[in-house]
């Protein structure tokens, strides 16, 4: 007779992707709003974007009461920066304090990974992406989640960053017009439903630039 035991895990992969692009004056960030555990769907109008600050975003995957948790964290350094300094946290600002959040927490990670976009001090797209114990890299567009291994390749065609070893430094913001950036972001989630169970019911975007954030949504496939 096999010998059987319980497996408990703090942990779960609830799915869904991200995505980010960085223009020359605005930036772009969209998630499927589909939260998943296993084969079973939990809901599908789930949003994973939050807004840290008027010109910062993060979309999230990974284990959501964990992206809770540090969307509550970063909200709550946020709110004491802004009494002591009395101005709102930048963007590359707010990129470096959830780098140093994440690796606080390495030993007992949130399980999160997250692009963070926005403007930067110059009004210039910015984004910022993540692993789960706070390594981060400023790049032109990322992708992350259930789906990012299928997007991630499309981008790297259709945008071509330059390589980050040139020098000198080559500008990582995307050429494309800000109306081009969100139909790419609609064509690679298109594609990304129709291959990752865990991407699909509905996109959300997110535009943000100097008029401020712009909301939008598309249906996916629901299967």
Not at 128 to 140: L, N
Not at 166 to 172: G, I, K, V
Not at 199 to 204: C, I, N, P, Q, S
Request: aromatic content about 10%.
């Amino acid at each position: 007779m096999t010998k059987q035991q319980a497996n408990w895990s703090p942990y779960d992969n609830n799915g869904g992707s991200c995505v980010a692009i960085a223009g020359a004056d605005y930036c772009v960030i969209a998630a499927d709003t589909r939260m998943s555990t296993g084969y079973n769907i939990l809901t599908r109008d789930y949003s994973k974007i939050c807004k840290l600050a008027d010109k910062c975003v993060m979309a999230s995957s990974g284990f959501q009461a964990d992206v809770k948790a540090l969307q509550k964290h970063l909200a709550a350094r946020h709110l004491i920066y802004q009494h002591q300094h009395n101005k709102q946290m930048s963007c590359p600002a707010m990129a470096q304090l959830l780098s140093n959040t994440l690796y606080y927490k390495r030993f007992f990670p949130y399980y999160s990974f997250n692009v963070l976009g926005g403007l930067d001090n110059e009004g210039k797209g910015c984004v910022f992406t993540y692993d789960a114990v706070g390594s981060f890299e400023k790049v032109g567009y990322s992708s992350q989640g259930s789906g990012s291994t299928l997007i991630m390749p499309f981008l790297d065609n259709q945008l071509k960053s330059p390589s980050p070893l040139l020098l000198p430094a080559q500008d990582a913001v995307t050429p494309l017009a800000e109306a081009e950036a969100v139909d790419l972001v609609k064509t690679v989630f298109a594609s990304a439903s129709e291959r990752d169970i865990y991407t699909g019911d509905k996109l959300e975007i997110i535009v943000i630039n100097a008029d401020g954030i712009r909301r939008d949504y598309m249906d996916l496939r629901k299967d």
